[in-house]
């Protein structure tokens, strides 16, 4: 009988992939595991945040250059490809610089309580927290200006209620003050979220033609 001996990184980074589900489905308790797996900065970023923050910029590559933005009528906003690519790696280069920001956020907020996390825990939490808004950037793929919008609604409050739910398993504080802090820290995502948007949208609509 043969057997499939894999390197322990495989195995872990099959692990990591469990947690998109976990986070989807029971949040508290998924935390509590990231929490136990003190798992590095470059170890997310392989295995989770640039997977998930290639979901936005791929399917808006295929949808603004095969599709193209529909505002309703007869218009619809399409992009050239070599245009649209240049856009997408500026796009996805401010996705994962956001990530660190927002870590960066938690850090600084998380300083008061005692049991205040590294920088490396607050950025590693960062990206499982934007997981729901990657996820739901899928219906880019064919941009209707309503179903995006929507969409990343949806993204953004499950954002937030992930945030609620890992921050007093993060800090080790209770729910009251997870509340306090999540409410915080969910704002200042939420800006970074519209400035991201904003400068993607100004970048789309600079490089659009008509059709």
């Known amino acids: 009988m043969l057997l499939n001996v894999y390197p322990a990184s495989d ?19 998924e935390f509590r595991q990231i929490r136990q797996e003190n798992e590095s900065v470059s170890h997310i970023y392989t295995h989770h945040v640039l997977l998930m923050a290639a979901i936005p910029v791929v399917c808006s590559f295929i949808g603004t250059t095969q599709f193209g933005w529909d505002f309703g009528g007869d218009r619809v906003f399409k992009v050239l490809p070599m245009t649209a690519l240049a856009i997408a790696v500026v796009f996805y280069g401010l996705m994962l610089a956001a990530v660190g920001f927002v870590g960066m956020v938690i850090r600084w907020m998380a300083r008061e309580y005692e049991n205040c996390p590294s920088l490396n825990r607050c950025i590693v939490f960062a990206g499982y927290v934007g997981t729901p808004m990657f996820l739901s950037s899928i219906v880019s793929i064919y941009p209707m200006v309503w179903l995006f919008m929507l969409a990343v609604i949806v993204g953004v409050c499950y954002s937030g209620y992930l945030l609620y739910r890992g921050i007093p398993n993060f800090l080790g504080i209770t729910e009251d003050q997870g509340f306090i802090f999540s409410g915080s820290t969910f704002a200042i995502g939420v800006l970074v979220l519209e400035l991201l948007l904003g400068i993607t949208v100004i970048m789309w609509g600079y490089g659009s033609h008509i059709f």
């Open 11 to 29: 195995v872990r980074g099959c692990v990591m992939s469990n947690h998109v589900w976990g986070l989807l489905s029971h949040p508290a308790q």
